[in-house]
């Protein structure tokens, strides 16, 4: 399967891929397949995917628990180097299209202590829920990845 009808059967089309990379065939190797369930096991573990409550939860821990999936990342790339190239570029684009632009607004906001006020806080968390959305679509992916029943619902 070309990487572009995988990414379709997943509804992230918005992803920004140059064209070459969409035509190359999606067939995950093991190296590929064993990161994706580490990463799929970091990701279905922590409020990434987790419901979290209006009253629950303190927002900067929520933000840091989001952040720390770019170091987990690394980790996971570094430990299966090159021999798991598909997981590289799918992990990667969903680092830098996904994660990281909900980072670097929160971030800034936090260290401007943004968290102290109510509408900023209620702001946080429903923009938290909408990037949940798509890291539990990306959990699923890794799962299927990974030759596994995901454990989550979308």
């Not at 067939?27 to 799929?40: F, G, H, S, T």
């Not at 409020?47 to 952040?67: C, H």
């Not at 590289?88 to 968290?115: C, D, M, V, Y």
């Amino acid at each position: 399967m070309k990487w572009k009808k995988w990414l379709e059967n997943w509804n992230m089309t918005s992803l920004i891929v140059k064209v070459p990379f969409m035509e190359m065939e999606w067939n995950p190797n093991e190296p590929d397949k064993d990161a994706a369930w580490e990463m799929y096991v970091e990701l279905v573990t922590r409020i990434t995917t987790q419901k979290l409550d209006d009253s629950e939860g303190i927002e900067i821990k929520a933000l840091e628990s989001v952040y720390n999936i770019f170091p987990l990342t690394r980790e996971i790339l570094k430990k299966y180097g090159r021999d798991a190239e598909g997981f590289a570029k799918l992990s990667i684009l969903i680092l830098n299209q996904i994660i990281r632009p909900f980072t670097a607004k929160w971030h800034k906001i936090a260290e401007e202590q943004g968290f102290e006020n109510e509408k900023i806080k209620n702001e946080f968390r429903q923009e938290l829920k909408e990037l949940q959305k798509n890291l539990k679509i990306y959990s699923k992916m890794l799962a299927e990845t990974a030759g596994a029943k995901s454990l989550i619902e979308i």
